[in-house]
C-alpha cells in the first residue's frame, strides 16, 4: 500500500471530520513525536506500515500548513475564533497564552520554508491582535 492510500484513508477518516485547516493543523501536529519527528497512529500503522503511516500524516500535515499560509487574514480570524470557542477556554485566557506562549510554533511540519513558517506567524499574530481588539470593550468617550 502506498503512501497516497494511506493519506487519503486519513483525509476520508478522519480530516474530514475536522472543518478547520487551523485545526487539522494541530491535530496533526499532536500526532508526531517532539522527540523523533515521526508521526504515530495506530489505525493507519496497522492498514498501511508504520513508514507509510508516517508519511501519509507527514503529507496531511504539510497540506494543512499549505492552507492556512494561503489563508485570507479574514479567513484566519474567522478560524481562530472558531478554534478559540472549541476549547471551552475563556477567550482572555486563550488570547494571552496564545499571544505570549506563542503555541502554533509547534505545529509547524518538518522541513517547511522559513519564509512560509515566518509569514503565518505573522499572521497568526495579527489575527490574535485583532480578536483582543474584538473582545475588549470600545474606550469610553471622555465627558466635557
Not at 489505525?43 to 498501511?48: D, E, M, P, V
Request: aromatic share 8%; with cysteine; glycine share 4%.
Amino acid at each position: 500500500m502506498d503512501v497516497q492510500q494511506a493519506a487519503d484513508d486519513i483525509r476520508q477518516r478522519t480530516l474530514a471530520e475536522i472543518p478547520r485547516s487551523l485545526d487539522r493543523l494541530i491535530y496533526l501536529a499532536s500526532m508526531r513525536d517532539y522527540n523523533t519527528g515521526l508521526y504515530h497512529h495506530d489505525g493507519l500503522a496497522a492498514r498501511f506500515s508504520q513508514e507509510v503511516a508516517c508519511e501519509a500524516l507527514a503529507d496531511c500535515h504539510r497540506e494543512a500548513f499549505r492552507q492556512l499560509v494561503g489563508c485570507s487574514l479574514q479567513g484566519l480570524v474567522g478560524q481562530m475564533k472558531a478554534y478559540m470557542d472549541s476549547t471551552h477556554t475563556s477567550p482572555s485566557e486563550f488570547l494571552t497564552t496564545w499571544t505570549r506562549l506563542e503555541p502554533y510554533r509547534v505545529a509547524v511540519p518538518v522541513e517547511t520554508d522559513p519564509l512560509s513558517v515566518h509569514f503565518l506567524f505573522s499572521s497568526f499574530r495579527i489575527a490574535l491582535a485583532i480578536l483582543g481588539a474584538r473582545l475588549s470593550p470600545p474606550p469610553s468617550e471622555p465627558t466635557a
